[in-house]
Every structure is written in structure tokens, then in C-alpha cells.
């Protein structure tokens, strides 16, 4: 399923298109997705939708403890990604905890770096947050690692 959401992320999301369901279903199918691969991923867009629609401007400051099943299915980058994102203020509460909603409705049994930057990547992205969005898509896409002196 996560290579549905990305497919749609790249090709209707970034662009703003938004296809009928019918229309959508016809071009994912064509794209050589499964029929519930595809149920499932505009389910979970639809999900992320409303909650990014009815999110607030985020949580008032508290700790944040992961529980066991989370720390089973993120490892260890992924969860200091979201920290470091939180840190520097790129996402608020609110949007961290529906970045973790998202990636644990994932059916995949880990999530990795690289997922949870997409799941970043698609939060900001439906939440309007074009500034962040960016900043989170060159940390995603630039290749280029600092030289430290």
C-alpha cells in the first residue's frame, strides 16, 4: 500500500489534482496497483485529510512517550527524524502525533526512515505548510552531506 500512497502523493497530491474516486481508482489500477491495495490507500488519504483539516494549532508543550507497539514498528532514525522535526519547530504536537496515527496505520511491520519522511512529506503537504514541506523535501531529496571543519 505505501507504494500507492506515494504514487498518489507524487502524481495528484503535489499537483493539487484531485480526480474523482471512480477516475482515481481507474488510473491506480492501470498504474498496475491492486484493487485493495488501492481501497486502502485512499481510505488512508481520506483519513490524513480529516485530521489534517481538523487539527488545531498543535499541543501545548508535554513529553512525549512512546508506547510499545511504536517503538516495536519505528526504528531508531525514524523516531529521531520526528524528534529533530519537533525540536526545530518544522511540526508542531498536533502534527507529530498524526505522523505517528499514519505510519502506524501503515500494514507494514516496520517503519523506516524513509517512510516516515514521506508520511512527513504528505502531513505537511495537507496541512498547507508549503515552507516546511520544502524544508522537509531537500532533507529528503538532497544527497549532499555537510563537511564538518
Known sequence: MFEVLVYMFEN???DNVQPD?????KELFAAG??????????????????MASSAG??????????SEEEK????????????????????????????????????QTSI????????VLMVLRKQGKTKDFLFVEDAMFHEDQPTLH
Open 12 to 14: 495528484y497530491v503535489v
Open 57 to 66: 494549532e498543535g499541543l501545548s508543550a508535554s513529553t512525549r512517550i512512546y
Open 72 to 107: 516495536t514498528k519505528f526504528d531508531t532514525e525514524s523516531l529521531s527524524f520526528l524528534m529533530f522535526l519537533a525540536q526545530a519547530n518544522i511540526i508542531n504536537l498536533t502534527q507529530h502525533e498524526i505522523v505517528i496515527e499514519r505510519a502506524m496505520a501503515l500494514p
Open 112 to 119: 523506516h526512515l524513509e517512510e516516515i519522511r514521506w508520511v
Open 21 to 25: 474516486h471512480n477516475t482515481l481508482t
Open 33 to 50: 496497483f491492486d484493487h485493495s491495495e488501492i481501497t486502502d490507500a485512499v481510505e488512508w488519504f481520506n483519513i490524513l485529510e480529516a
